[in-house]
């Protein structure tokens, strides 16, 4: 069975309360053989590391989105730099900017951003980064904060030509559910296109669930359908979607260092 790697998953969410074995079993039974639990504020962060510890295959990424900016304080920072500490922790994440909803003030997200970029770089971790209707305003903020360890654009939702500019920084880009949605032409675009070596797969479980099971909670079971999708789309096998993907996620957060297993 191929090995899926899930780079983006919130096990620690409410929907999942009291489940996340039974979810992680099914993901095991899909071959789904690893996954990065990622953080959104301080309560996330620190059941994502609890959860990591829990968990044989599960990582942590530890941060604030952009959502939650507007509580981000020194004390907050300290406490992402202590928990980003821990051996599971192999990102600074869910991090970036969100101007669809505006759930905290764009200055204030903005702000937010920068200092967790700043501590990414102290750190050497690479990101995970939210970029929803603030592509221009987050293409800004890292060309002048650039992260020598690099990230991924999560969930990407740009176009093309938006694509080529965050590729030519560096940065992966991360596929989920739209991929597979009668209306995401442009994740397909994008998937058709994309080097192989700068891709990852997610699901964001328990968000943005791909088809055939749209409209229901996503789990990272259901990664295995975005990575058909992919294939589909490159006229290619599963098998190496899944492996060059896999490699993808192994390199971008240095998991051998994490782990001791090349």
Request: aromatic share 8%; with cysteine.
């Amino acid at each position: 069975m191929a090995e899926f790697f899930d780079t983006h998953v919130h096990l620690d969410s409410p929907p999942f309360r009291g489940e996340v074995g039974q979810v992680i079993s099914r993901a095991r039974a899909a071959g789904v053989g690893w996954m990065i639990n990622v953080g959104c504020d301080g309560p996330s962060s620190r059941r994502s590391v609890q959860l990591a510890e829990e968990w044989d295959g599960l990582f942590a990424a530890v941060g604030y989105h952009p959502h939650d900016a507007g509580g981000f304080t020194r004390e907050s920072a300290g406490e992402l730099r202590r928990l980003a500490g821990h051996r599971r922790v192999v990102a600074i994440g869910e991090i970036g900017l969100d101007f669809y909803r505006n759930f905290s003030p764009r200055p204030a997200q903005e702000q937010c951003f920068r200092r967790q970029l700043e501590l990414a770089r102290e750190l050497n971790k690479p990101v995970i980064m939210h970029d929803r209707d603030a592509h221009l305003a987050m293409l800004e903020i890292l060309q002048q904060e650039p992260v020598p360890a690099g990230g991924v654009l999560h969930c990407f939702s740009g176009d093309w030509s938006l694509a080529t500019q965050f590729l030519e920084l560096g940065f992966y880009l991360g596929l989920d559910g739209p991929v597979t949605f009668s209306n995401g032409g442009r994740a397909q675009e994008v998937a058709r296109r994309i080097p192989l070596d700068r891709l990852l797969l997610e699901t964001d479980s328990p968000y943005l669930t791909p088809v055939p099971h749209r409209g229901r909670r996503n789990e990272p079971a259901y990664v295995t359908l975005v990575a058909r999708q992919v294939a589909r789309l490159r006229g290619v096998a599963v098998e190496e979607i899944a492996a060059r993907t896999r490699g993808n996620a192994w390199r971008l957060f240095r998991l051998a260092e994490v782990t001791g297993h090349p």
